[in-house]
């Protein structure tokens, strides 16, 4: 098994290796999918907003590099990685992957296809990485000025959005579902540029100079209520679920404390909650 799990590691890392010289910055991944590295803060009494300041290593796609020698020691450090991850928004492709999950009852494809045809836009040829539950990431490149934030279902049902501050499982990579691999006929491919009707609909919109927080209503309760009502097993997940969707209505900082009081109802600590709504917050391109 041990053998095994070094050779998962050296071909992750050929791999990672390989998209390094193709300007893609990349991290080592565990076979969850996640930062193969744990915090050097884990420990810490309380949040932190390091992004790898302290010259350690563990602060997840923050520790992204494109130098190999860099990337040898991040899976030197990291023996049990089987994957790798590759940075978004990060120059030069500043990669916009747009993931098409198979989720039951949705058809993210035709999702797609639909709000191709709605914005009058087409999605170029580009790099198309297979999941193993049979979805697609398709690889896009968006201009330096533009920030795309990250999002789960916000462009449609199925659709999540990995933009600055997030990555996509490289090609290759091997998890505890399966392996990570391009669609035939597309490997060769460089990143298409996102279309920009695309773009416009990914991008947030204009914020006011000085917008006036909205009430959290109805809306906010229901956020409330779907985190009160978490069992064991479901407490961190609906809590970062009710996060992002709270921080994409402009509602975030409203429901911070809210948010906060229901999680630390079900079981978790205060420290752990905010933790959650923190990684919400960056994932959907707000501060926390």
């Known amino acids: 098994m041990a053998t095994t799990d070094r050779q998962a590691t050296t071909l992750a890392l050929a791999h990672a290796l390989s998209a390094a010289e193709r300007g893609l910055a990349v991290i080592?991944?565990?076979?969850?999918?996640?930062?193969?590295?744990?915090?050097?803060?884990h420990d810490d009494p309380g949040p932190t907003s390091c992004h790898g300041e302290c010259g350690r290593f563990g602060h997840g796609v923050y520790d992204a590099s494109t130098d190999p020698a860099r990337i040898r020691e991040l899976f030197a450090a990291a023996?049990?990685?089987?994957?790798?991850?590759?940075?978004?928004?990060?120059?030069?492709?500043?990669?916009?992957?747009?993931?098409?999950?198979?989720?039951?009852?949705?058809?993210?494809?035709?999702?797609?296809?639909e709000l191709a045809l709605r914005h009058?836009?087409?999605?170029?040829?580009?790099?198309?990485?297979?999941?193993?539950?049979?979805?697609?990431?398709?690889?896009?490149?968006?201009?330096?000025?533009?920030?795309v934030?990250?999002?789960?279902?916000r462009l449609a049902p199925g659709i999540d959005i990995?933009?600055?501050?997030?990555y996509l499982v490289g090609p290759g990579?091997?998890?505890?579902?399966?392996?990570?691999?391009?669609?035939?006929?597309?490997?060769?491919?460089?990143?298409?540029?996102?279309?920009?009707?695309?773009?416009?609909?990914?991008?947030?919109?204009?914020?006011?100079?000085?917008?006036?927080p909205p009430p959290a209503g109805d809306h906010g309760r229901g956020l409330i209520h779907f985190?009160?009502?978490?069992?064991?097993?479901?407490?961190n997940t609906r809590l970062f679920w009710a996060a992002c969707r709270a921080y994409e209505n402009g509602i975030g900082?409203?429901?911070?404390?809210?948010?906060?009081?229901?999680?630390?109802?079900?079981?978790?600590t205060e420290l752990e909650a905010r933790a959650t709504i923190a990684s919400a917050a960056r994932m959907t391109g707000h501060r926390p």
């Open 149 to 153: 934030p990250n999002s789960a279902g």
């Open 227 to 235: 985190v009160l009502t978490a069992h064991e097993g479901q407490r």
């Open 173 to 212: 990579s091997r998890t505890e579902h399966g392996v990570y691999a391009t669609a035939p006929g597309t490997g060769h491919l460089a990143p298409a540029a996102c279309p920009p009707a695309l773009l416009r609909l990914l991008l947030p919109p204009p914020r006011a100079a000085h917008p006036a």
């Open 28 to 41: 080592p991944l565990s076979r969850s999918k996640l930062p193969a590295l744990r915090s050097p803060h």
């Open 253 to 268: 900082p409203a429901l911070l404390a809210p948010l906060i009081e229901a999680a630390v109802g079900t079981g978790l």
């Open 120 to 147: 009058l836009f087409t999605i170029p040829e580009t790099v198309v990485v297979i999941t193993p539950s049979g979805g697609r990431h398709l690889w896009l490149t968006g201009p330096p000025d533009a920030v």
């Open 162 to 166: 990995r933009g600055a501050g997030g």
């Open 79 to 113: 023996p049990w990685a089987g994957g790798y991850g590759i940075a978004c928004g990060l120059p030069p492709h500043h990669l916009i992957g747009v993931d098409l999950d198979t989720k039951t009852g949705t058809d993210s494809s035709a999702a797609l296809r």
